[in-house]
């Protein structure tokens, strides 16, 4: 079985009656820690992608931040707007890598909506909700064969699908909560609620 300890391979600098022997400081076994890693299961995979996305975004605010305060007010903009970009396109691939290539040139479209896309002041998708969405992805999976996708007018994304029932279901997906709106009535959920996921227990359905 494959343990955490098992991916590190330390040296040491080492004394003698002769002198002094220095060597290389410790090795890490990136394969070893992979094994550990998956051996463990997901719950722990999920909680070390959480470590290293919090990581992420600290290294990435104490690398940019400096050079922020000594550029123009406009690089900064379009600095910002870069990475959101890059965010977006790694939210998409992996919605789109459960869901399918279609969605990823869907979602991809959407993505690409400059503001006042409804002809009026709707701003872009929202990071936020895609942020939200793909959390909502990963933990339901492909519960039906046939989602639609959409953008709100408040950049939020919409979602639906037709029930085995023959019931439509919308949902909206804001900054960490998921609204379903069925005839039913509407519920609103935060992403990390189980009790949202106990709703997709059977594809192309709903209990809500």
Not at 134 to 147: H, L, N, P, V
Request: hydrophobic residues 40%.
């Amino acid at each position: 079985m494959s343990t955490l300890s098992s991916s590190f391979n330390p040296k040491y600098a080492t004394f003698n009656t002769i002198g002094y022997s220095e060597e290389i400081s410790s090795n890490f076994d990136v394969m070893a820690y992979i094994e550990w890693a998956v051996s463990c299961g997901v719950d722990v995979l999920r909680m070390l992608k959480d470590l290293v996305e919090g990581v992420e975004a600290s290294v990435l605010e104490a690398f940019f931040k400096p050079s922020y305060k000594l550029a123009d007010p406009s690089a900064i903009l379009y600095a910002t707007a870069m990475h959101e970009n890059i965010a977006k396109d790694a939210y998409i691939e992996s919605i789109s890598s459960i869901l399918g290539a279609p969605v990823f040139g869907r979602l991809t479209e959407l993505s690409q909506s400059a503001a006042g896309w409804d002809g009026a002041d709707a701003p872009p998708m929202s990071i936020e909700s895609l942020s939200t969405l793909e959390t909502f992805i990963q933990k339901a999976g492909g519960f039906s064969d046939g989602i639609g996708f959409f953008l709100g007018y408040e950049g939020e994304i919409l979602i639906n699908w037709v029930t085995e029932e023959g019931q439509l279901i919308d949902m909206a997906f804001y900054d960490g909560i998921a609204e379903i709106y069925s005839d039913s009535g509407e519920e609103r959920f935060s992403i990390n609620d189980q009790n949202l996921y106990k709703q997709f227990t059977n594809k192309n359905s709903i209990n809500a």
